[in-house]
């Protein structure tokens, strides 16, 4: 079982969850950018929510299916189509052998996220199988794919859902359930996000000015932005007073702030340390948000508690509960 890289848009790399218990060595944790929507394509399929999955960004692939593939896209919107019918996001697909899954037009979010049953069959790397560009390490030979890359899949039991759509996919390409999971973080029109963050330690040390603008103006993701970091444009914030700090550790949403101004939120292959000040944390459950802002979008921090933000994060955690179970018992043939 294998899928076929026809071509490889604009970057597709293999992402789990993360790379962890190595950052003392300098080791990033990468990772998928968006883990709500690579969480719930695992979930579609009847993996475990860490698996590994193909992260496009902004223009995606074009894959030749060679096996029959029960498989699920979430998170942005880029178009898919089987053999150039569209194919809906958010629930699981049983497509047939020879199929071509071709991405298109970016009409919403920023990435998007394909699982397939049983996973891509590639070794991991220091535990997992997440792609750090940089140190060319993981995923499929350490790299983003490129045209002509063979992505074996391993082998897995069937499920009662896809034994279903086998009897009624008749002549067609593909089928699948009248069942979905939404798309709660991605936005299919805005051009302006909310994102909640919590003040860090080191706010204080920033001007009133800076303090105030921080929540008051509105801060540009520029084209420079990338895995690693969102860099941001706006008002410029600045220090009271010069700071010499030692090197410390960030952490994923850490927003720190350069020299310039101009602060950089910290995303999937953020360094180990840093020694610039940081003014804030974007929530973590409001990370799957960052991920899925495009360049020339606008951002308008909004600040909450720690309490606040560790309430988020928990009913986040809630929702995707009660979605693993309603889809298991969907996958397995049981309806309510």
Request: charged share 20%.
């Amino acid at each position: 079982m294998s899928i076929k890289v026809l071509s490889p848009g604009l970057l597709t790399s293999i992402q789990d969850l993360g790379r962890y218990g190595y950052q003392k060595y300098g080791v990033i944790v990468s990772g998928g950018m968006d883990t709500y929507a690579l969480r719930l394509a695992n979930l579609l399929v009847g993996n475990k929510e860490g698996e590994a999955t193909l992260e496009m960004t902004l223009m995606g692939p074009s894959l030749l299916l060679e096996a029959d593939l029960l498989l699920a896209i979430t998170g942005g919107d880029l178009s898919p189509t089987i053999n150039g019918e569209s194919v809906p996001q958010g629930r699981p697909v049983l497509v047939r052998k020879g199929s071509v899954l071709k991405f298109g037009a970016l009409k919403s979010g920023c990435r998007s996220y394909l699982a397939v049953r049983g996973g891509y069959d590639i070794p991991e790397v220091m535990g997992s199988k997440s792609t750090y560009l940089r140190a060319k390490i993981g995923g499929y030979q350490g790299r983003a794919l490129l045209q002509g890359d063979i992505l074996p899949v391993r082998c897995s039991s069937p499920l009662s859902l896809a034994e279903s759509l086998e009897k009624t996919m008749g002549s067609r390409s593909f089928a699948f359930p009248s069942w979905y999971v939404g798309k709660s973080y991605v936005s299919e029109t805005s051009q302006e996000y909310k994102v909640r963050v919590i003040p860090n330690s080191q706010f204080p040390l920033f001007s009133p000015d800076s303090r105030k603008q921080l929540f008051q103006q509105p801060f540009q993701v520029t084209t420079q932005s990338d895995r690693m970091g969102y860099r941001l444009s706006g008002a410029s914030l600045q220090l009271t007073e010069p700071l010499e700090m030692v090197s410390e550790a960030v952490a994923l949403g850490t927003i720190q702030v350069p020299p310039d101004g101009n602060p950089i939120i910290l995303l999937a292959d953020r360094q180990t340390v840093g020694g610039y000040p940081k003014i804030a944390q974007v929530a973590g459950a409001d990370i799957s948000t960052v991920a899925q802002i495009k360049p020339g979008s606008r951002i308008w921090f909004v600040e909450i508690s720690l309490a606040e933000a560790e309430r988020l994060y928990a009913a986040r955690e809630a929702d995707i509960q009660r979605i693993t179970i309603t889809v298991q018992s969907q996958l397995a043939g049981i309806t309510t």
